[in-house]
């Protein structure tokens, strides 16, 4: 077999779908740091069935799932597909019939997996058996990463078994060994447990029997006593059922003479109502008339007191005006004086300014010559620093000189040495320029084809994106009109199925009802029609009215016939499950009203309530029965009309759901609809045409959007076609880049080591002949610095006399300056002072002005208001004068109106009388309607009591009774069959506490107790041979790995001597006497070295030592192919080629997939694929043959 193919979807950074094509010989991964290629090698080990997120580099398995993107959302599954060629020509092929095998794992963000072979769902064992001995797989050695070939290095003995065992062909042995031993110890488990059951069971068989036998005597002498007191009832039942139709008919009589009492009630109600409302007039006249003569009485005196108020507020606005215009007189005096205080202010603040004018000079001037004395002292300052700092510089330079001469006197020991070693130096190094020289001129040729390549693929990238990016924007609006729709769409579905769901779950409905439906539908019961609310079809408008017609019935169960009924009850009572009501369709005999004329043509009149719903003609009787003896109104007002003329005989409903019961009962008020049971049908069918509209829609929307994004797809096809070549063509280029900069840093660090040394050199030439000259110059050197620095110490004793003398000027003109600003503080204080007292004249002088104003506001107002006043005056009394002439009539009006009022309630004292003497009649017969009433409900409970007795205790009704052909009782045997039911309770009594299962229970213990006996003795069979199986395993798997282990162990020294050039190399086993369980030892001497432990080895040793036994591995147990991940990457240039080299002798039986970033190992692919990361977090593929990258780029790669 061999590997054609693998299909990446929302795998870590890859998104989109990615297909990799695999062929015969070398294929190579390049790519980027970070660009996602070892992503591919975790995608082929996860399909495998790799469950460890370690091993896939993530903290949780979850992460496998692309995780979003700066433009893509996060993904909720993954999968990833790998297509295998099995046909018939290979050798090693899977053992299935199959040409080619596909295997495919999913995995959803919340946790679930699937794992398909050829789309088909299998198991995960399924898989790992599939692979087992051709070393692919999870444990297998077909895919090696840089840390696994370390890993086989670093591990420890016995952790190296995993992949001998997967190349001795044992792997399989060993998980069917597992599975045996597992099986084997769940057998072990299995018989204990059967063998403890069995001990149990024996003591259990022989009592049982005992108590089964009691119990069928009970059952025959309790078959006896249900006889005789079925019989008994029988005829108890008869005897209620006369005397209720007796009572029955008393009730009809009195029910007719209580309505004729109660007519003639009503008739004397009404001319006494009448009366009672001519009397109410009368008296709201009068009431009206007092009030309004009340009303009068209090304007009256109103007016009166409106005249006394008017006059006493008169004489006060006159005082108001005196007091104004006295005020007015003080004020005006007074802003004459806060005048003269302004005046003198203004004058006092005028000659404080002058002086502080000339306080003002004076210190400015003192200011000006404080700060060029300070200049003046800062410039001598800065002098005597600079001498300060020439001194020391002298005294360095008199150090540095003295050390100078003493090195140079020190040096001239080792120069002839020093020169020799550099000339030797200078040779090796000028060798390696030139070969680096020639190398990054090759590298130069190759970049700048790459560069003109990239610009053409950029050029005509920018052409195709700007086209595309009007058309996503387009494609986007329409994606996000279609999402709209879909997400409305599905909310309706969802809806719909919701409500559908809870029809088919009886949601809403009470739990008994549930469970009896349930059982129908799994066959448990038959003859189960449905609840009432399934079977009908109800009309909007008549909904609420059938609703409260039905009341609790809208959950009770039609069924076929009574014994349908008895078996749903008697499930019922087995499973505790509660209580509900059946209408058997042949017990049902309903009487439904038909409707006379008088009906039909009364107001308000819908129809009979059974009328105005759909249902099954089967269902008639029932739906007769419950619906037939109700109407059916428009409103209640209209109802209570008919009701009462028609004596309340029938039960009415409203449409709104008000009801009158038979017999003149109103029930009523708001009305709450039972969980929408009736009306949910319809709801799904309007909730499933308006979902039909809607994906009408939906498709033009999609057709719509389809069209634009195939020819947006298209064209961004064109520009990933051109990107995938920029991409391949930049990560050529970027590797070559990268070489050409590591070789131009040695270039470098070798012409700077070569200049180096050609400079030390030519000092060595130089410094010889300069010695004796320049000790001469550094003595008479040192002369003339310390005849500098003895003058410069002259300079500095001057400078700081001078600087001296400056800071006291400047300390005695700082003291002058603060007594003027101490003069200058006291003066400015005193012109605030002016200032203020100039303000708060102002102040008083614009607030006497307003107040004055205010004053002459005052008078002018108080002048008007006593005009207005003595107008008010006058009116006020013409209205009282024509208010006490109304009162005056009005009384007289009211005393006319009382006596006729005690008129009128003579006559309505005698019509009392004569209603409460028909009251009392009528209360006699309603008393006698209502005894007649109780007792029917009476004999009606006995009657129910008995019956439910007789159901409790037996489960039988009326008519199943009497279908049992029983003895008849009468009144002459009716003693002896009480005695005989005494006996039978006695006798029943006396056996006490009986078992009736026992005689059930003693069946099934026996039956078990056989069967398990005769699982124990297989259960020992099956153990005995599951110990043979192990056995023999185990000497099979022996033989097959110490003889793989010997081949690999011959092999794996020959490999190494081949890619070391030499050396020596071997495992052993640590236990030769276990060799199943045994740890590996790994022995290796490179040439010319002695190795104690393989932690000694180098980086890139330790890595060849892993390709090494792998090589062997391979030799002895080729795997159909192998994937590479950067295993060379520890190795130099020189052994990434006898690597590559070396890989290319297995192409033969095995393919090869490497992912590299090596040149050396990328020259000898075959297939080359190139991974970009052109989006940050998104991985794409790039897919070019060899030859068409050479043809392409015009660089040779091989």
Not at 394 to 406: F, N
Not at 825 to 852: G, M, P
């Amino acid at each position: 077999m061999r590997l054609k193919s693998i299909e990446l979807l929302g795998f870590k950074s890859f998104p989109d779908k990615t297909v990799l094509n695999f062929e015969h010989g070398v294929t190579v991964i390049v790519g980027p740091n970070g660009s996602g290629k070892s992503n591919i090698s975790d995608a082929i080990r996860w399909v495998l069935g790799e469950l460890s997120s370690k091993n896939m580099r993530s903290t949780k398995m979850e992460d496998v799932i692309f995780g979003g993107a700066a433009s893509r959302k996060a993904m909720g599954y993954t999968q990833v597909s790998l297509l295998i060629d099995n046909s018939s020509s290979y050798e090693d092929r899977l053992p299935v019939d199959f040409e080619e095998v596909e295997v495919t794992r999913r995995y959803y963000r919340t946790g679930e997996s699937e794992y398909m072979i050829n789309r088909k769902t299998v198991r995960l064992r399924d898989i790992y058996e599939l692979f087992m001995n051709t070393g692919i797989g999870r444990t297998g050695y077909s895919i090696i990463s840089q840390g696994k070939a370390a890993e086989i290095v670093s591990q420890k003995s016995e952790e190296r078994r995993t992949i001998f065992e997967e190349a001795a062909g044992i792997s399989k042995f060993r998980y069917k060994k597992h599975e045996s031993e597992r099986k084997l110890e769940a057998t072990k488990n299995n018989l204990d447990r059967v063998t403890d059951i069995l001990s149990e069971l024996e003591g259990r068989v022989v009592p049982l029997g005992k108590e089964a036998e009691k119990a069928k005597r009970y059952l025959e002498v309790f078959e006896s006593k249900k006889r005789a007191d079925i019989s008994l009832w029988l005829y108890d039942v008869k005897n209620t059922h006369e005397a209720l139709e007796k009572t029955e008919n008393d009730l009809a009589v009195a029910a007719k003479e209580l309505e004729i009492a109660e007519e003639e009630l009503r008739r004397m109600e009404n001319n006494n109502d009448k009366f009672f409302l001519e009397q109410q007039q009368n008296k709201m006249l009068e009431a009206s008339s007092e009030t309004e003569l009340r009303r009068l009485e209090e304007e009256k005196h109103a007016l009166e007191s409106t005249v006394m108020l008017t006059e006493q507020e008169m004489e006060h606005l006159s005082a108001q005006k005196t007091t104004a215009a006295s005020s007015r007189s003080e004020r005006k005096e007074a802003l004459i004086r806060s005048d003269e205080r302004v005046k003198q202010a203004m004058c006092r603040m005028e000659s404080e300014s002058e002086e502080e004018k000339a306080l003002q000079k004076q210190f400015e001037e003192n200011d000006e010559r404080l700060e060029q004395q300070q200049i003046e002292l800062y410039e001598g300052e800065k002098a005597a620093d600079a001498i300060l700092t020439a001194i020391a510089a002298l005294e360095k330079e008199i150090m540095d000189k003295r050390l100078l001469l003493s090195t140079i006197e020190g040096a001239s020991g080792g120069q002839f040495e020093r020169k020799a070693a550099l000339e030797s130096e200078k040779e090796e190094i000028a060798g390696n320029v030139r070969l680096i020289s020639e190398r990054i001129a090759k590298a130069k040729r190759s970049i700048e084809a790459y560069e003109q390549k990239v610009a053409e693929a950029k050029s005509a990238i920018a052409a195709i994106e700007a086209e595309n990016a009007e058309g996503e924007q387009k494609r986007r609006l329409l994606s996000a009109e279609r999402d709209k729709l879909y997400l409305h769409i599905e909310s309706k579905k969802e809806k719909c199925a919701s409500l559908k769901r809870m029809e088919e779950l009886f949601e809403g409905y009470s739990q008994s009802v549930k469970h009896v439906m349930k059982a129908s539908d799994d066959g448990r019961l038959r003859g189960i029609c449905g609840p009432i609310s399934h079977l009908i079809e109800v009309k909007k408008q008549y909904g609420i009215a059938i609703e409260t017609t039905l009341g609790g019935n809208i959950q009770n169960i039609i069924c076929e016939d009574e014994d349908a009924a008895k078996s749903a009850i008697r499930l019922l009572k087995e499973n505790n499950a509660g209580r509900a009501t059946f209408y058997p369709i042949s017990a049902m005999r309903p009487t439904p009203i038909v409707p006379d004329k008088t009906l039909t043509e009364a107001k308000g009149f819908v129809g009979v309530a059974h009328k105005l719903i759909g249902y099954d003609p089967k269902y008639a009787p029932v739906l007769e029965y419950i619906l037939g003896r109700t109407l059916v109104f428009d409103t209640i007002d209209n109802a209570s009309l008919t009701a009462k003329a028609g004596g309340y005989k029938h039960r009415i409903v409203t449409l709104d759901g008000q009801l009158i019961n038979a017999g003149g009962s109103y029930t009523g008020g708001s009305v709450k609809r039972d969980s929408g049971i009736l009306t949910r049908r319809e709801e799904i069918a309007a909730i499933e045409k308006e979902i039909a509209s809607l994906q009408k829609t939906f498709a033009d929307k999609e057709k719509e959007l389809n069209e634009h994004t195939a020819l947006l797809e298209e064209s961004e096809k064109d520009a990933g076609r051109k990107r995938d070549f920029l991409t391949l063509t930049a990560s050529l280029m970027q590797a070559e880049d990268t070489q050409k900069k590591i070789l131009d840093t040695q270039l470098d660090s070798d012409n700077a080591a070569l200049a180096k040394i050609e400079n030390e050199l030519a000092s060595l030439a130089t410094l010889a002949d300069e010695e004796q000259t320049r000790k001469a110059e550094i003595g008479r050197d040192i002369a003339a610095v310390e005849d500098k620095i003895a003058s410069q110490n002259n300079c500095l004793s001057e400078q700081k006399a001078k600087n001296d003398g400056k800071q006291q000027q400047i300390d005695a003109l700082r003291e002058e300056n603060s007594a003027l600003r101490i003069a200058l503080a006291e003066k400015r204080k005193d012109i605030a002072a002016c200032r203020t007292e100039i303000t708060l004249a102002s102040e008083e002088h614009n607030a006497l002005q307003l107040q004055i104003e205010n004053d002459n506001a005052l008078i002018t107002a108080l002048s008007l208001k006593e005009s207005a006043g003595g107008d008010k005056l006058t009116l006020t009394r013409e209205k009282l004068q024509t208010i006490a002439q109304a009162a005056e009539e009005t009384k007289k009006t009211c005393e006319q109106l009382k006596i006729q009022i005690e008129e009128r309630e003579k006559k309505m004292n005698a019509l009392r009388e004569e209603l409460k003497g028909a009251a009392t009649k009528k209360e006699l017969t309603f008393k006698q309607h209502t005894q007649l009433q109780s007792r029917f409900e009476q004999l009606k409970s006995e009657s129910d009591k008995i019956s439910e007795r007789i159901w409790e205790e037996y489960e039988l009704t009326y008519s199943d009774a009497q279908a049992l052909d029983y003895p008849k009782t009468d009144a002459s045997n009716r003693a002896e069959t009480a005695k005989t039911l005494s006996e039978c309770k006695n006798k029943l009594r006396a056996m006490g506490h009986v078992n009736v299962g026992a005689i059930e229970e003693y069946k099934e213990v026996k039956e078990k107790y056989d069967f398990l006996k005769t699982q124990s003795d297989d259960l020992i069979e099956s153990r005995d041979s599951l110990i043979n199986v192990i056995a023999k395993l185990e000497r099979e798997m022996r033989v097959m790995f110490l003889d793989s282990f010997e081949k690999i162990n011959a092999n794996f020294g020959e490999v190494f001597r081949e890619l070391f050039g030499g050396g020596k190399a071997e495992i052993r086993l640590e236990d030769p006497d276990n060799v199943l369980e045994s740890g590996i030892e790994i022995n290796v001497a490179p040439p010319g070295k002695i190795i104690k432990s393989l932690m000694q080895l180098s980086g890139g040793e330790q890595t060849f030592v892993s390709i090494a036994l792998f090589f062997a591995i391979l030799r002895v147990n080729p795997t159909p192919f192998c994937l590479f991940d950067e295993i060379e990457s520890a190795l130099d240039e020189v052994n990434v080629e006898r690597f590559a080299h070396y890989i290319k002798n297995y192409t033969g039986k095995t393919q090869f997939i490497l992912i590299s970033h090596r040149r050396g190992t990328i020259e000898r692919a075959d297939t080359l694929y190139g991974v970009t990361m052109y989006e940050k977090g998104i991985s794409k593929i790039l897919s070019l043959d060899v030859n068409e990258v050479e043809q392409k780029t015009g660089v040779k790669t091989n």
